[in-house]
C-alpha cells in the first residue's frame, strides 16, 4: 500500500514536471506570437517619404505638408540656452544649424509608423546613406531619446556638441519652462516596448 501511494506521488510528480515544461513551451510560442504580430503591425503603418526638407529644429523637419521628429532622439528647443567655457550660447540654435549642414541640399528619405503627443511622424531619417537621427547624436547635438546611446556615450566622452559644457536634457528643459513631457520613442506602443524589453535597437 505504502508503496502504491509512493509510486502514485511520483507520477503525479512526473506528469507536473512535464506539465510545467509544457507551460513554458506555450509561454514562449505566445510571446514569439506576440512580437511577429506587433512587428507586422508597425511594418503594415510604415510611411515611406522623401524630398525636400525645411529643418525646424535639431530633431524636427518637414517633408511636404508632414512634420517628422526624428525618433530615438531629443535635440535642444530652438531657444533653449546652454553654457561652455563660462558662458552661455544658443545650443538650440546650433543643434538645428548642425542638422541643416547635415541635410545639405539632398533629398531627405524618412521611415516612420508612429507619431508622438504632437501628431509628428516619429521617423528614421536619412540623406545619402547618411542616417540623421544617429548623427546627431554622434555629433553631441541631440542626446538619446529610447536610442542611440552608444553615440551619446561617445560624443559625451570626446566631449562634442552639448557635451563640451553644461546643458539641461531636453526633456527637463521643456518641463521647467510649461512644455509637454513625452514617453521615450523606443517605450512608445506595443512594438516600442517590445523592443525597450528586448534591447531591439
Given at each position: 500500500?505504502?508503496?502504491?501511494?509512493?509510486?502514485?506521488?511520483?507520477?503525479?510528480?512526473?506528469?507536473?514536471?512535464?506539465?510545467?515544461?509544457?507551460?513554458?513551451?506555450?509561454?514562449?510560442?505566445?510571446?514569439?506570437?506576440?512580437?511577429?504580430?506587433?512587428?507586422?503591425?508597425?511594418?503594415?503603418?510604415?510611411?515611406?517619404?522623401?524630398?525636400?526638407?525645411?529643418?525646424?529644429?535639431?530633431?524636427?523637419?518637414?517633408?511636404?505638408?508632414?512634420?517628422?521628429?526624428?525618433?530615438?532622439?531629443?535635440?535642444?528647443?530652438?531657444?533653449?540656452?546652454?553654457?561652455?567655457?563660462?558662458?552661455?550660447?544658443?545650443?538650440?540654435?546650433?543643434?538645428?544649424?548642425?542638422?541643416?549642414?547635415?541635410?545639405?541640399?539632398?533629398?531627405?528619405?524618412?521611415?516612420?509608423?508612429?507619431?508622438?503627443?504632437?501628431?509628428?511622424?516619429?521617423?528614421?531619417?536619412?540623406?545619402?546613406?547618411?542616417?540623421?537621427?544617429?548623427?546627431?547624436?554622434?555629433?553631441?547635438?541631440?542626446?538619446?531619446?529610447?536610442?542611440?546611446?552608444?553615440?551619446?556615450?561617445?560624443?559625451?566622452?570626446?566631449?562634442?556638441?552639448?557635451?563640451?559644457?553644461?546643458?539641461?536634457?531636453?526633456r527637463d528643459w521643456r518641463q521647467a519652462h510649461g512644455g509637454m513631457v513625452e514617453i521615450e520613442h523606443a517605450a512608445s506602443g506595443l512594438l516600442g516596448w517590445l523592443k525597450r524589453l528586448f534591447r531591439f535597437s
Amino acid at each position: 500500500m505504502l508503496r502504491m501511494r509512493r509510486a502514485r506521488r511520483a507520477s503525479v510528480r512526473r506528469r507536473n514536471g512535464w506539465r510545467r515544461v509544457g507551460d513554458g513551451f506555450l509561454a514562449v510560442a505566445l510571446l514569439a506570437l506576440l512580437v511577429l504580430l506587433a512587428a507586422r503591425l508597425d511594418l503594415a503603418g510604415m510611411r515611406t517619404l522623401e524630398g525636400s526638407a525645411v529643418v525646424n529644429d535639431g530633431d524636427t523637419i518637414t517633408l511636404g505638408a508632414e512634420r517628422i521628429r526624428l525618433r530615438g532622439i531629443d535635440a535642444p528647443e530652438y531657444d533653449q540656452i546652454c553654457m561652455r567655457d563660462g558662458a552661455d550660447y544658443p545650443c538650440g540654435r546650433m543643434a538645428r544649424q548642425a542638422l541643416v549642414a547635415l541635410v545639405g541640399k539632398g533629398a531627405v528619405a524618412c521611415k516612420g509608423s508612429e507619431r508622438d503627443k504632437y501628431d509628428r511622424l516619429l521617423a528614421t531619417c536619412s540623406v545619402g546613406g547618411v542616417d540623421l537621427n544617429r548623427s546627431q547624436v554622434a555629433a553631441g547635438w541631440a542626446v538619446s531619446y529610447g536610442d542611440y546611446r552608444a553615440e551619446e556615450d561617445a560624443a559625451r566622452a570626446k566631449g562634442a556638441g552639448l557635451w563640451a559644457g553644461s546643458f539641461d536634457r531636453p526633456r527637463d528643459w521643456r518641463q521647467a519652462h510649461g512644455g509637454m513631457v513625452e514617453i521615450e520613442h523606443a517605450a512608445s506602443g506595443l512594438l516600442g516596448w517590445l523592443k525597450r524589453l528586448f534591447r531591439f535597437s
